[in-house]
């Protein structure tokens, strides 16, 4: 799968399901990811040091896979977005977006690089290309490139039917920490301001034909979502897969030399 079919996929009224890459450092062990049923990862840079070259050989590497990388950037800003897809990635998801200047900057630089300053600015706004020959270049040349957007405060949630109008938006992502932070209810995600928060954004997205994300750890929470409306399915990360399963192997293993 590439990012232009991941996005079909969504399209069409489907689900992709994917795992966040947080902790794993080693891009030599990437193959193993393909066919364990992921379509896509996203590779956090937003909470997780890695240098542009480390970027890069990750992101090399899942392009020799079917598993499509999407890359969590620092901020929403344009230079990220760029850096990220010019080093491999398929795709960007842009943390704690309140704006629609904000959006209309990670989408003009995921959906038309490399037009830049008022060039880019001309083209989300009013879709006003150079020239015809120009839009499809632009269109092929990013035609694999996946915008998604992250909604992660009250304000963001109560801006969202005025952001998600930006042409070019291919998800939006709720960030579960930060979003019950902002409130009030810190990790309690039984609570239903959480609970009514997150389904607003889900159904504000899906009546304008955008997929969300709602990123838990738990299969529990992730099926709830799925339950709830989110398609672009993001669940646990490879931290989690690392503890869960060392606890269970071992957990095994130490019940069965006891009982010998």
């Not at 364990?36 to 840079?45: C, K």
């Not at 035609?143 to 992660?152: H, L, M, V």
Request: net charge negative.
């Amino acid at each position: 799968m590439n990012g232009a079919e991941l996005k079909q996929v969504l399209k069409s009224g489907g689900r992709v399901f994917g795992t966040m890459i947080s902790v794993s450092r080693n891009p030599k062990w990437i193959p193993s990811m393909e066919g364990i049923g992921l379509d896509y990862v996203v590779i956090d840079t937003e909470h997780n040091y890695r240098s542009r070259g480390e970027l890069g050989d990750f992101l090399t590497m899942f392009n020799t896979t079917g598993v499509v990388p999407i890359v969590r950037i620092p901020i929403p800003d344009s230079h990220y977005v760029t850096m990220a897809i010019d080093a491999g990635a398929q795709g960007v998801l842009a943390p704690y977006c309140e704006t629609v200047e904000q959006v209309k900057e990670v989408v003009g630089a995921a959906k038309w690089r490399p037009l830049k300053g008022e060039a880019v600015r001309r083209v989300v706004d009013s879709g006003d290309h150079p020239s015809d020959a120009t839009r499809e270049y632009l269109e092929n040349r990013n035609k694999n490139n996946i915008a998604i957007i992250g909604i992660e405060s009250q304000a963001g949630v109560d801006n969202l039917e005025n952001m998600i109008k930006v042409p070019g938006i291919d998800g939006i992502f709720v960030g579960p920490n930060d979003m019950s932070i902002q409130l009030g209810v810190p990790d309690m995600y039984d609570e239903e301001i959480y609970k009514t928060t997150v389904k607003k954004v889900i159904d504000i997205s899906e009546a304008n034909g955008v997929p969300a994300l709602v990123h838990h750890q738990s299969p529990e929470l992730s099926k709830y979502w799925i339950g709830q409306g989110a398609r672009f399915v993001l669940h646990g990360t490879d931290r989690r897969a690392f503890i869960e399963g060392f606890k269970a192997d071992f957990g095994q293993l130490r019940d069965h030399a006891e009982s010998c």
